[in-house]
Structure formats: structure tokens, C-alpha cells
């Protein structure tokens, strides 16, 4: 009996020790970060922008770690699907959400209802790119310039035709803070796609066309560049004057990051912006974003974070005003 109570009193012991070295297990888990494959969720379809640019991170991610990294395309409602996809993943550090600025900024302000919340169930890693949008019209359209375009669009109020590729999207949002501070209201017509194809073919008169995809058709002449909504002239396309150079308050670009659940470990995050930071340093990088019109953007944690209220203050001051919503 004796024997048999030590034996028991043995197996209770070795129970305890598994036990207690459970956190201890964990914290080595951690510390072993990144140990098997990464998964970026990105906002958007194969081949547009937001996947183009998450594919040249996740190529330099995977050596930089030394681990695999993959994309999982998860579009729809402005980036609110794949946000909530990461904001209800493991804590990890192996889910990733790659998405536009505006999935923070402004979908909480123009859609009534998300199945998450932007700011307490997601944690800023790092920002990537930076890119602004070219407002480009038809050839046959008789404004060249800002002025032109304000006058006509005065002229005509609620007639003259934008496109853009969403109800509150960015470029949305650029034409909304135009019409605001010109004192015009020109009449908007949401795609599902973008709309530069209608431009060219005169369906429409105007667009809002991010840089990356605006350039090569503003070069080829199938469509006339009005403005860039950036703060400087774009390099590729210098002659074209800015937005704020007539409206000095609409200066504005969009702006790629990666968030992660609100729980992954500090550490995790730390390193994440830090190798990020790295990669969008390195002339290649830097090369590749300026052949697709954009611009590196590299920023810490809480700088990131800082960036974001700053963007989402802004973005609900317009929202509000212009009572856009969504839902």
C-alpha cells in the first residue's frame, strides 16, 4: 500500500511539473517567433493593388524571417471582411491583416454596424506605402485645369460626373473634400470596379484613379490628368499641378499598413515593424514602389497609431458634413 501511495503521490508530482512548465512552454513559443508559415489576409481581389503590393512584402517577409509567407485573399465591404477575419484569429503573430488606412479611418465612421472593433481588437504593426490618386477626365471634356473644372462644375451643379470605385472609398473621399472646399457639387457614381474604363469610352466625363493604375493611362493619352491629390507633385507626371495648389486643404494620399489581433505579444509587433521597417529601406524596395507610382512609408508603433486618430478625426469631420453613409 505504501508502495502504491508513493506511486500515485510520483504520478500527482510529474502532473504538476507538466503543468507548471505549460508557461513556461509558452513563453519559449513565443520567444521562437516566427517558427511556421505566416498568413497576410488582404483586403482586396487578386490583381488589384492592395494584393500586387501585399505579394512584393510577403516576398521579402518570408526572407527576411525565414519562414513562408502567404497571401489569403478575403475582399468585400471596404476591407470590414478581412479585418474581421484577422480581428477574430489566434493572437499569435501568425495572422496578418494587410488593408488600406481607410479601413481605420473611415469605415467606422460610415457603416452603422461591424462585427468588430477597428480599435480594440486590432493592433497597428507598421504602415508600407503611401500612394495618392489622379482626377483624370475624358479628352473631349472641355476643362484642362482645376479652375476649368470648378467653373463647369458650377455651371452645372449635381449634372457633372465622377466615378469612383466605392461609396466612402478613398478616392471617394478626395472628390467629397474637393467639392467641399470649391464650393461645387458634382454628382458621384459608385463602381463595383474601377471606372477608367467608362472614362475612356466617354461614359462618364471624370474619375478618381489611384497613381499606380492613372499613370500608364494619362501617359498613353487616353485620358487628361486634371490634378494629383498628394501634398507634391507626383515624380512621374511633374507637370500635372496638385489639388492643393489652388485648394491648399486637400492634400491627401491613401496609405497601406499591417495590422495584427490586439493580442499578440508586444515583442511579436516590435520585431514585425522593425523587419518591415528594414525592407521598405532597401533601394529595391524603394525602386519597385516608385515604378508603380508609390512611396515607401515607414513609421514606429505608436506613430502609426498616432497617424490613425489623426486620419480618423479628419475623415468623420468630412463624413459628418457630407452625410456620407453606407448603411
Known amino acids: 500500500m505504501a508502495i502504491q501511495r508513493r506511486a500515485i503521490i510520483a504520478r500527482a508530482a510529474a502532473a504538476c511539473a507538466v503543468a507548471t512548465l505549460q508557461p513556461?512552454?509558452?513563453?519559449?513559443?513565443?520567444?521562437?517567433?516566427?517558427?511556421?508559415?505566416?498568413?497576410?489576409?488582404?483586403?482586396?481581389?487578386?490583381?488589384?493593388?492592395?494584393?500586387?503590393?501585399?505579394?512584393?512584402?510577403?516576398e521579402r517577409l518570408s526572407t527576411a524571417l525565414n519562414v513562408p509567407v502567404i497571401i489569403e485573399n478575403r475582399p468585400g465591404v471596404a476591407?470590414?471582411?478581412?479585418?474581421?477575419?484577422?480581428?477574430?484569429?489566434?493572437?499569435?503573430?501568425?495572422?496578418?491583416?494587410?488593408?488600406?488606412?481607410?479601413?481605420?479611418?473611415?469605415?467606422?465612421?460610415?457603416?452603422?454596424?461591424?462585427?468588430?472593433?477597428?480599435?480594440?481588437?486590432?493592433?497597428?504593426?507598421?504602415?508600407?506605402?503611401?500612394?495618392?490618386?489622379?482626377?483624370?477626365?475624358?479628352?473631349?471634356?472641355?476643362?484642362?485645369?482645376?479652375?476649368?473644372?470648378?467653373?463647369?462644375?458650377?455651371?452645372?451643379?449635381?449634372?457633372?460626373?465622377?466615378?469612383?470605385?466605392?461609396?466612402?472609398?478613398?478616392?471617394?473621399?478626395?472628390?467629397?473634400?474637393?467639392?467641399?472646399?470649391?464650393?461645387?457639387?458634382?454628382?458621384?457614381?459608385?463602381?463595383?470596379?474601377?471606372?477608367?474604363?467608362?472614362?475612356?469610352?466617354?461614359?462618364?466625363?471624370?474619375?478618381?484613379?489611384?497613381?499606380?493604375?492613372?499613370?500608364?493611362?494619362?501617359?498613353?493619352?487616353?485620358?487628361?490628368?486634371?490634378?494629383?491629390?498628394?501634398?507634391?507633385?507626383?515624380a512621374q507626371l511633374p507637370h500635372v499641378p496638385t489639388i492643393s495648389e489652388t485648394y491648399p486643404a486637400v492634400a491627401v494620399v491613401g496609405w497601406h499598413g499591417l495590422w495584427a489581433p490586439a493580442g499578440v505579444p508586444n515583442e511579436v509587433v516590435q520585431r514585425l515593424n522593425a523587419t518591415i521597417t528594414r525592407i521598405t529601406q532597401t533601394p529595391d524596395l524603394q525602386k519597385r514602389l516608385a515604378e508603380t507610382g508609390s512611396e515607401p512609408m515607414s513609421a514606429s508603433v505608436d506613430a502609426m497609431t498616432t497617424l490613425l486618430h489623426q486620419e480618423k478625426r479628419t475623415w468623420g469631420d468630412l463624413v459628418r458634413a457630407r452625410k456620407i453613409t453606407v448603411n
Not at 41 to 56: C, F, K, L, Q
Not at 186 to 210: A, F, N, R, S, W
Request: a neutral charge; hydrophobic letters at 40%; one cysteine or more.
Open 24 to 58: 513556461w512552454q509558452a513563453a519559449s513559443a513565443e520567444q521562437a517567433w516566427p517558427s511556421r508559415t505566416i498568413k497576410l489576409v488582404n483586403m482586396g481581389p487578386p490583381g488589384t493593388a492592395p494584393d500586387t503590393y501585399s505579394r512584393i512584402y510577403a
Open 79 to 234: 476591407g470590414n471582411i478581412a479585418s474581421d477575419v484577422v480581428a477574430k484569429a489566434p493572437a499569435d503573430g501568425y495572422t496578418l491583416l494587410y488593408t488600406v488606412s481607410s479601413s481605420f479611418t473611415v469605415n467606422p465612421w460610415i457603416y452603422s454596424r461591424l462585427n468588430f472593433d477597428p480599435e480594440k481588437d486590432l493592433r497597428p504593426v507598421s504602415p508600407l506605402l503611401s500612394q495618392g490618386a489622379f482626377i483624370v477626365a475624358n479628352n473631349d471634356m472641355p476643362f484642362k485645369t482645376v479652375k476649368e473644372l470648378v467653373d463647369y462644375a458650377a455651371a452645372h451643379p449635381d449634372k457633372l460626373a465622377y466615378g469612383t470605385n466605392g461609396v466612402g472609398s478613398f478616392l471617394h473621399l478626395i472628390m467629397e473634400f474637393f467639392n467641399q472646399s470649391a464650393h461645387v457639387q458634382m454628382l458621384h457614381v459608385p463602381y463595383k470596379g474601377p471606372p477608367m474604363t467608362d472614362v475612356v469610352g466617354g461614359q462618364i466625363p471624370l474619375c478618381v484613379e489611384p497613381a499606380a493604375s492613372a499613370i500608364p493611362m494619362i501617359n498613353s493619352g487616353k485620358v487628361r490628368a486634371i490634378a494629383y491629390s498628394g501634398s507634391h507633385r507626383h
